[in-house]
């Protein structure tokens, strides 16, 4: 009977890819089922970001055993959609020394690509609305993996732009600072995918869905899968790389002079950019709409209809309670740290292992072995390699080490700065100024009968 099953299960996951929409048929609906796509597309990600923030609160205090928000909704579920409606009546000010026009463009160049990268988002396979057979994706290309990444990377202009034009010092380093990040970690992040595309060999992202109906990439691809992730926090500026806000170091970052609705904007930003790359790490590396495997030996119709979308959804919360999980768990790393861990660890082992897929495929070819368990061996190797390099702790230094550099050297390589070494307070330059004039010892601050034995 098992047998049967599982023979079922194959076959069905045959027949659905062999029903995957091919991406030169995209875009030929007609115009009134794009615009419900549009308008599904906007809806379901304003209601994920209202649920993440609850989530996240609610997350976080039971990690810190408090109750959390409780007051407004049932069980305080409404706590974000209130959030939302204060700022939406909270003064708008703007500073006097700001940019105007682009202080008031940043919040929407922030927002918009975040919205706009979900547009190649795979949700579920073809469905039929109102009569109509389409899929649950808006559109698809077949660079639509390179288009989330410049839809994405496009939002760190909104942030610095917000950060210079606030005419504020703590604002511009904030956005300063959010460029640098973005540059380094939307390296390690482009490397991580290179894997995904040697491997299902398209960029396109429905059809690197249809290549994972055996098997998931998370398997195969494990050091990319933990590469991207890593990335992933640090590209939507989440803790403990929110080195960009760094409220005990920067006030409030980049968005320290906003207020109202433009504050509400980089909020809602920020977390349709965790829902988008908790999408695309879903699309690329979990089966993206595919019900697990376990399920779909049992119910042969898990990947049929609507029901994809549940699973979808499933694995998208579980990408956001991992970004929460990371926010109340972890300290946030200096920035020299940060920034030393993306391009001296990131980026060298994601080129060790594209070097590694396509000697897998040199193999492959040359030898006829399985790529899938050659993958699966050296992505274990390496993932092994990568954990044991993080939770190694860094050599302890000696007594004589210690010694040594709080010893004093005096001349050009001193090691400042030091404190008074005689604890002897400098005269007043004042002092002297006022010695100069003529004044006496009481107007110098002096006692009468210390002037008395002068």
């Not at 806000?245 to 965790?274: D, W």
Request: charged share 15%.
């Amino acid at each position: 009977m098992s047998m049967h099953l599982a023979d079922a299960g194959r076959s069905a996951s045959a027949q659905w890819a062999a029903d995957v929409r091919p991406v030169a048929d995209f875009g030929t609906e007609a115009v009134w089922l794009v615009l419900v796509k549009v308008v599904a597309i906007f809806a379901f990600l304003v209601v994920m970001t209202l649920f993440a923030i609850v989530f996240e609160r609610k997350v976080v205090a039971y990690m810190q055993v408090r109750p959390g928000p409780n007051r407004v909704g049932p069980w305080g579920v409404l706590q974000s959609l209130a959030d939302g409606l204060k700022l939406a009546f909270k003064e708008d000010i703007m500073p006097t020394k700001a940019d105007k026009v682009v202080f008031f463009l940043a919040p929407i160049i922030a927002c918009t690509p975040a919205f706009m990268a979900f547009a190649v988002i795979p949700l579920g396979p073809e469905v039929s609305i109102f009569g109509n057979s389409t899929p649950l994706q808006l559109t698809d290309s077949p660079v639509a993996v390179l288009y989330v990444l410049a839809a994405s990377s496009m939002g760190v202009y909104g942030i610095v732009l917000a950060g210079w034009a606030s005419g504020s010092t703590y604002p511009l380093l904030g956005g300063l600072r959010s460029a640098a990040q973005m540059v380094s970690y939307e390296i390690s992040m482009g490397l991580s995918i290179v894997a995904v595309f040697l491997t299902a060999e398209s960029f396109s992202t429905s059809e690197i869905v249809q290549a994972q109906a055996d098997s998931w990439y998370v398997l195969i691809l494990a050091p990319s899968f933990v590469i991207y992730c890593i990335s992933a926090v640090g590209e939507v500026n989440r803790a403990p790389f929110d080195l960009p806000e760094a409220e005990s170091e920067l006030v409030g970052g980049f968005h320290t002079e906003y207020s109202s609705l433009k504050f509400a904007l980089f909020f809602l930003a920020e977390y349709i950019n965790m829902v988008t790359v908790s999408a695309l790490a879903t699309t690329l590396f979990l089966g993206g709409w595919r019900a697990p495997f376990g399920v779909i030996e049992i119910w042969s119709g898990a990947n049929s209809g609507w029901w994809p979308i549940l699973w979808f959804t499933g694995k998208l919360i579980i990408a956001l309670f991992v970004f929460i999980w990371l926010r109340g768990t972890l300290p946030r790393l200096r920035y020299d740290q940060f920034m030393r861990f993306g391009w001296k660890v990131l980026v060298p082992i994601s080129l060790v292992w594209i070097l590694a897929i396509s000697a897998v495929s040199v193999l492959r070819e040359e030898y006829d072995l399985s790529q899938r368990g050659l993958l699966a061996i050296i992505g274990g190797v390496l993932a092994l390699a990568l954990v044991i390099l993080l939770l190694v702790p860094e050599r302890k230094k000696t007594e004589e080490e210690l010694d040594d550099e709080l010893a004093i050297r005096p001349g050009p390589n001193a090691n400042y700065p030091l404190p008074p070494l005689d604890l002897s307070i400098p005269p007043n330059p004042r002092m002297k100024v006022l010695e100069h004039a003529g004044a006496g010892p009481a107007e110098l601050g002096g006692s009468t009968d210390k002037a008395g034995e002068e």
